[in-house]
């Protein structure tokens, strides 16, 4: 017998590069990175110039 695969969702921020699950099933994306508390972890930084 052969090992199943599954895919699990999560969330990554783009600020850091931290990757999390979310603790419970919720449906609404988190306010802030766990790690760094940035709020703008779902957009990448601007370049500047």
Known sequence: ???AKIKIEGY???RCGHIWMPRRNS???????????SPYWNR??????
Do not use: D, F, I
């Open 12 to 14: 990554k921020c783009e």
């Open 44 to 49: 990448p930084r601007k370049k500047k110039g």
């Open 1 to 3: 017998m052969g090992m």
């Open 27 to 37: 449906k609404e994306e988190p306010k802030v990175c766990p790690k760094c508390k």
